[in-house]
Each structure stands twice: as structure tokens, then as C-alpha cells.
């Protein structure tokens, strides 16, 4: 897989909240399973509610499981996963408390709920905002209310700033380095979460 600085930095949140031994993980809306390398083989559930998305996430051969299933109904008993781990999917919801509670349900007593959030102040919002994309953006509080609301608590997150990955494509290295812990710091556009049930 090609890593792109994204990608880099994502996996670097992640890894940094990632504390213990996860096992098994739920990895709800795997995408092309970009993730893979920070859950145990064998100890993974990938749920998709693309097949295509899921075959390139098979190829990986990771040994894990593919499922395709709607995240907002896995066909999992509650509480039976140690961990679950959602990158990009809740961004996409309005309201994102009913995936939460999804999630809530699929994990254990005392596990592990990890995922990230795009806020709305950020660059990379305003500019999707004025392309019409709407990527329904949060801000640190509400995200630590809807954690709240949904009968969660946030143990930890931190919070970075990505532009949308296209555009390091025509950035020099140095000059995204500089450019994204300056914003990192004023500006964060994207917040990495571990809460626990
Ligand atoms: C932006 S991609 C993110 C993929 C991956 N988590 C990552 O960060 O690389 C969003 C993924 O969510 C999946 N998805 C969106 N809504 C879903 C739903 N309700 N149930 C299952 N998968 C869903 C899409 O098929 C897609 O693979």
C-alpha cells in the first residue's frame, strides 16, 4: 500500500490511543482496509456494506474477517468485541449519536471505542463547505457531549490538522510539515478519539 502523508499522520493518532490488546476488534466501514496493520491477524472483523471495498480489504490477506453488513445493524451479538475502530464514517452523519450507540453496543463493559472527527471550523470543512461537499463537521465539545449523551466516556483524543490528502500531492514535504503544525495548533481539522464504554 502506498502511504501518504494522510495516512501517515492518521495511523499516527491512532497508534497513540491504541494502548493495550485489543481482541477481538470490530473495524466498522474498513473502506480498502487501510488500518489492518493495527489490529491482531485473526482478531479482526471488517464490516463494510461494499463488496468491492471489502475484496480489496481481503487481498490484504491479514487473515481477518470480511462482513458485509449496514454499520447501523452488524449482525453481532452485543458486547462481544473488546474493541471498535471507525475512521472517516462518522463525518458522513448528521447526527452521529445513533452510530455511537452502535458502537456502545458492540463493544464490551470497560472496552475500547476508537474513531476520529472532522470539525467544522476547519479549513478543509470551509473549503469542502464552498465545493458543496458537506462533511456535517463537529467541534471537541460536542463530540464529548454526544460521547456523553450515548452513556460513554472519553478517555483521551487528540487532534491534528489534514488538508484533504489530493493536495499534499502538489506540496513540497518540508512545506506541509510546517504548514500543518502551525494549523495543528490554531486550526485543528481533525480530532482522534478513544472512549470507553
Ligand atoms: C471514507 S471511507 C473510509 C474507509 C476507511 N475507514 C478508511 O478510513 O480508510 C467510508 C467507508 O464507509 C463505508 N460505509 C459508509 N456507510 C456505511 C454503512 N452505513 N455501513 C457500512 N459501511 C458504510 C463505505 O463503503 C466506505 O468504505
Given at each position: ?16 490511543l ?16 487501510r ?16 463488496p ?31 474493541a ?42 470551509l ?33 491534528g ?16 510539515r ?20
Amino acid at each position: 500500500m502506498r502511504r501518504g502523508y494522510v495516512y501517515e499522520e492518521e495511523l499516527n493518532h491512532f497508534k497513540g490511543l491504541l494502548i493495550d490488546e485489543y481482541n477481538p476488534v470490530l473495524n466498522v466501514a474498513c473502506g480498502i482496509g487501510r488500518f489492518l496493520e493495527l489490529f491482531p491477524r485473526n482478531g479482526c472483523v471488517n464490516l463494510d456494506f461494499s463488496p468491492s471495498m471489502l475484496k480489496i480489504t481481503k487481498q490484504r490477506n491479514h487473515g481477518s474477517t470480511m462482513v458485509l453488513a449496514d454499520a447501523f445493524n452488524p449482525p453481532f451479538r452485543l458486547g462481544v468485541f473488546s474493541a471498535v475502530f471507525s475512521c472517516r464514517l462518522l463525518h458522513h452523519q448528521r447526527d452521529p449519536k445513533p452510530l455511537l450507540r452502535v458502537f456502545r453496543d458492540m463493544v464490551k463493559d470497560g472496552g475500547g471505542v476508537f474513531f476520529d472527527a472532522t470539525h467544522r471550523s476547519s479549513i478543509p470543512q470551509l473549503v469542502a463547505n464552498l465545493l458543496g461537499i458537506n462533511l456535517h463537521g463537529s467541534n471537541i465539545r460536542q463530540v464529548g457531549n454526544d460521547v456523553e449523551r450515548v452513556g460513554m466516556k472519553v478517555d483521551e483524543f487528540s487532534t491534528g490538522f489534514l488538508l484533504p490528502a489530493i493536495i499534499y500531492g502538489f506540496l513540497p514535504e518540508s512545506f506541509v510539515r510546517v504548514l500543518d503544525s502551525l494549523f495543528s495548533r490554531i486550526l485543528p481539522s481533525r480530532s482522534f478519539w478513544r472512549v470507553i464504554k
